[in-house]
Each structure stands twice: as C-alpha cells, then as structure tokens.
C-alpha cells in the first residue's frame, strides 16, 4: 500500500514538472536559418512558427525562395524538437518511475 502511494506521490510531481516544462516550451524560441542566413525562421517550443525574415536580395529568385524557405522552417522544427523532447526527458528523471510507464 506504501508503495502505491509513493508512486501517486512521483506521478503528480511529474504532472506538475510537466505542466511547467509545457508552460516552459510555450515561450521559448529557436530559430531555423538558410542560404547563410538569407532566410530565417523562429519556431516556438511547441512546433509552431512565429516568424519569418527573408533578406531582400532572395526575393528575386522564387524558386529558391520557397526551397530558403522550406529548408529554415524545417530546420527550426526539428529545432523545436530536439528543445521539447531533452526539456521534457528532464521530467522523468529521478523520480524512480519503472522504465517505459510513461
């Protein structure tokens, strides 16, 4: 019956922390650039775009424009996830949870 308790007690810490991290990753930012940086796009902690800055000597060549374009926000994604996914491992560790219940 102890044990059942500590682990409630582990888990709504872990609710806790995590709602945290969430609120974290909510105001963060990271940026995605291409072209050496003639294209940059900022992407929040939770996968979404926020903005993006194309330098005007770009704007001339559409087709590479849209690739510049595809290639920061992909970058900034991948960004965002890396972001999201090390900040919320922090979640879990420590608290002595069996390995793959969450």
Aim: glycine content about 10%; proline content about 2%.
């Amino acid at each position: 019956m102890q044990n059942q308790m500590k682990m409630m007690q582990q888990v709504q810490k872990m609710q806790a922390r995590m709602a945290q991290v969430q609120g974290e990753l909510e105001a963060a930012t990271v940026e995605g650039t291409a072209g050496g940086g003639a294209v940059k796009a900022v992407v929040s902690g939770q996968q979404r775009l926020v903005s993006i800055e194309i330098d005007a000597e770009v704007a001339d060549d559409l087709e590479m424009l849209q690739d510049l374009i595809l290639a920061a926000v992909n970058e900034g994604l991948d960004h965002s996830r890396e972001l999201a996914a090390s900040r919320l491992q922090g979640v879990t560790a420590g608290l002595g949870l069996p390995p793959g219940l969450i």
